[in-house]
């Protein structure tokens, strides 16, 4: 449909200095834009009356049928209010629409259709692109800086409404593990801080996914973010994994690299998959094992323990298929060595830790996937501790933020492309 257009604004300058002409121009644009909007609904608007006999749907609004008595004949009431204005507030400013009314041949039952060519919901002031664009500025910084950054740039939204699109928009997100993409996840969880609980008393839980290289070359990232979850440290994990228990079943086998929590394991119930103990977590969890066994980090005794875990959890990459039994059975005498040696020493917390941790150290390289399991996951809880390392939060709204802040990084939503929905 060819629209015609045709605006006058008279505009009084002192100079042209280019800071003068951009603060002119942004006071141009509202009342620009309003007049521009309205003259597109009113043309649609006549268009839609005038094939209401025909098809009373346009661009997908449905007009087809009066709600009170059923007629699908209508008229104007009001084609162009100049006393009642809707306002609407956009990502170029506030604008002012006249509301059109129509009203029902029959039964005279009238209703306000300009919220309904917009397709906003009634009462609604913030089209649904606005709203994901907002949440994404406050999930990326703090909704006070989010404040700043809209008005620099010409328009105006408090901290309240920001705040507000984030959590309308992180509601409405969910995810889980995609049959399209490859067997191979990585879960974690991190503590944060939590309004009215000491320090960091909730946890984070954080399920990611590998993608196959073309989605990666869609989305940017080689990880999905399949599932995010928070409550507290020893719970929730069930929550999290339950929506993707169908999708893992799918696979002919699915590794899933952890930190060893038994909790992780526990929510997946009775799926059989490849359990592989992230090759990251063992050096550091093993420096807590050292301090509660009294080994001090000065000693030569921590140097040699720590030193001989980095070397048994150091693996090459591109490993040809003969080389893998041979160094996995390389791998568990050392690992037996450095077992004995700490028993010897009297670091029996250390000793049992790196025990537990054996059957599972070198489950991805027998299986001959991707042998260095290191945790792809930790930096999944950098992106998250960027931001909600902002003051205290509460359960939702820390988890309606991480939503859209990890689906931005790692699943390819980005609204300022006009893209609102996540891949």
């Known amino acids: ?34 007049a521009f909007i309205a ?7 006549d268009r839609l009356l005038g094939n209401m006999a025909v098809d009373c749907s346009v661009e997908g609004k449905k007009f087809s049928h009066c709600s009170k008595c059923g007629e699908h004949s209508f008229r104007w009431k009001t084609r162009e209010s100049k006393s009642v204005s809707a306002k609407l507030v956009t990502s170029l400013g506030v604008v002012l629409i006249p509301q059109m009314q129509i009203q029902c041949k029959k039964c005279g039952h009238k209703r306000y259709i300009v919220r309904s060519l917009l397709d906003l919901l009634p009462y609604a002031r913030l ?6 664009q907002l949440a994404l500025c406050g999930s990326l910084t703090s909704f006070r800086v989010s404040e700043v950054f809209a008005r620099i740039f010409g328009t ?50 954080v399920l990611i996914q590998k993608n196959t290289a073309e989605t990666a070359r869609k989305t940017g990232s080689r990880w999905r973010l399949a599932g995010l979850d928070l409550g507290s ?52 969890q093993l420096k ?26 150091a693996l090459r990459s591109y490993l040809e298929d003969d080389e893998i039994e041979p160094l996995i059975k390389l791998k568990k005498k050392d690992l037996n060595k450095l077992l004995d040696y700490c028993r010897e020493r009297g670091c029996q ?20 996937m991707h042998g260095k399991a290191t945790s792809q996951v930790e930096r999944v809880m950098r992106t998250v501790n960027l931001r909600i390392n902002y003051g205290k939060w509460s359960i939702t709204g820390a988890l309606n933020a991480m939503k859209i802040r990890l689906a931005f990084y790692y699943n390819g939503y980005d609204p300022s492309r006009n893209e609102p929905k996540p891949k």
């Open 1 to 34: 449909m060819k629209i015609e257009i045709s605006f006058n604004y008279n505009l009084e300058l002192s100079d042209c200095k280019l800071d003068s002409l951009i603060s002119a121009f942004k006071q141009m644009i509202s009342p620009l834009l309003s």
């Open 127 to 132: 089209s649904e692109l606005t709203e994901h």
């Open 156 to 205: 105006s939204f408090s901290r309240s409404t920001i705040w507000r699109c984030v959590q309308k928009v992180g509601k409405s997100l969910s995810f889980a593990i995609s049959p399209d993409e490859l067997g191979e996840g990585q879960a974690d969880g991190t503590g944060i801080p939590i309004n009215g609980i000491a320090k960091r008393g909730k946890e984070i839980k």
């Open 288 to 313: 807590h094992c050292l301090w509660e066994d009294g080994i001090s980090r000065t000693s030569g005794l921590w140097k040699t323990i720590m030193g001989n875990v980095y070397q048994l959890v």
């Open 39 to 45: 003259t597109v609904l009113r043309q649609f608007a």
């Open 233 to 284: 440290y020893n719970g929730s994990w069930e929550n999290l994994l339950h929506p993707s228990l169908e999708a893992i079943r799918t696979f002919k086998s699915f590794l899933l690299t952890t930190d060893g929590d038994d909790a992780i394991r526990n929510g997946l119930g009775n799926l059989t998959i490849l359990l592989q103990r992230c090759l990251w977590h063992i050096p550091h």
């Open 349 to 368: 917390k250390s000793a049992n830790y790196l025990e537990n941790a054996s059957p599972d150290m070198f489950t991805a390289l027998k299986n001959r």
